[in-house]
């Protein structure tokens, strides 16, 4: 197994079938470094394309989930920099991996440690989480769809407050707003991932990458095109062993056999 410096990696859940990936850059809040990104990209890759693997959490410490981009990397950036290398590019790899993935979030998640969290499928919060994008303190604004993702999830006034005064939310507020679905101690709470992992794994992996898919397609489309996408991949399904096999074990009364065909 690959092995990475800014990164833990490990299979949890029975039959090692959710993927755990720890940030784990204690010195800096795990602050988001290039390198980090770039290994948190490969290790997603590598758990996307593992066929036993049917989830993927991502969780930090109990301080910090991540305290946003590294601000001591970006201290003396100039513009020409940022557009050379189209500087954070790489960060959206996240949205292109099919499993599901869920943040577990201890701590601070802050800037782009927020903007991460929210490329993820669902979040789940630790009670004592804190939620910020502290940007405008800095003197920039987020840069990795945090004035776009958090808008989607909390609705314009409360995206507009959280992004202009860079204030934090708690786990509490989060929660209430929609940008997490549910609270849990922090000792609890990786836990409580790895379990909602493994309760998505009890079904077909070709099935639960199609439903994430038209899930997402709701973020890019309007309803009328999203509906219709929906309809298609619906039909889809029909194509696969899986949709037969689930449909099967209902009338049989027994529980489905997923093959993942
Ligand atoms: N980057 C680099 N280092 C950091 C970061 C960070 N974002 N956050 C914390 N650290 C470091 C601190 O510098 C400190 O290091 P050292 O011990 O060497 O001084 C160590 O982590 C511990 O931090 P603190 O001593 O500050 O810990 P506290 O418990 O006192 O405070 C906070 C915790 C409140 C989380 C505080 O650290 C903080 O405010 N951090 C910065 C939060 C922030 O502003 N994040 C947003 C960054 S910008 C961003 O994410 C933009 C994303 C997209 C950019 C797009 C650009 C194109």
Redesign the pocket.
């Known amino acids: 197994a690959p092995s990475y410096d800014y990164l833990l990696v490990d299979k949890r859940g029975e039959s090692g079938c959710v993927g755990l990936v720890t940030l784990n850059r204690p010195?800096?809040?795990n602050?988001?470094s290039d390198p980090l990104m770039i290994e948190l990209n490969s290790a997603l890759q590598t758990l996307d394309a593992d066929p036993t693997v049917a989830a993927i959490v991502i969780t930090g410490s109990d301080?910090?989930f991540a305290?946003?981009?590294?601000?001591?990397?970006?201290e003396d950036q100039q513009f020409v920099d940022?557009l050379k290398v189209n500087?954070?590019d790489h960060?959206n790899g996240i949205t292109k991996i099919r499993k599901p993935v869920i943040a577990a979030v201890n701590g601070?998640a802050?800037?782009?440690?927020c903007?991460v969290a929210m490329m993820c499928d669902i979040v789940l919060a630790g009670e004592k989480a804190k939620f910020g994008q502290?940007?405008i303190?800095?003197g920039?604004i987020?840069?990795?769809g945090?004035t776009q993702r958090l808008t989607k999830a909390v609705g314009k006034s409360r995206a507009m407050q959280m992004c202009l005064t860079g204030d934090m939310i708690t786990a509490q507020q989060a929660n209430d707003w929609g940008l997490v679905s549910s609270i849990h101690p922090p000792d609890k709470l990786v836990d409580e991932a790895i379990k909602l992992g493994e309760r998505i794994a009890t079904h077909s992996k070709v099935v639960v990458a199609v439903c994430k898919e038209a899930v997402n397609s709701s973020f890019e489309l309007s309803l009328g095109e999203g509906v219709k996408f929906e309809k298609r991949l619906f039909h889809a399904t029909f194509a696969l062993n899986d949709r037969k096999e689930g449909m099967t074990a209902f009338v049989q009364k027994r529980k489905p056999n997923f093959t993942d065909t």
């Open positions: 010195k800096a809040l602050a988001l301080k910090a305290a946003g981009a590294d601000i001591k990397q970006m940022c500087f954070l960060w601070y802050l800037g782009g440690g903007e502290p940007e303190i800095i920039t987020p840069g990795s945090g």
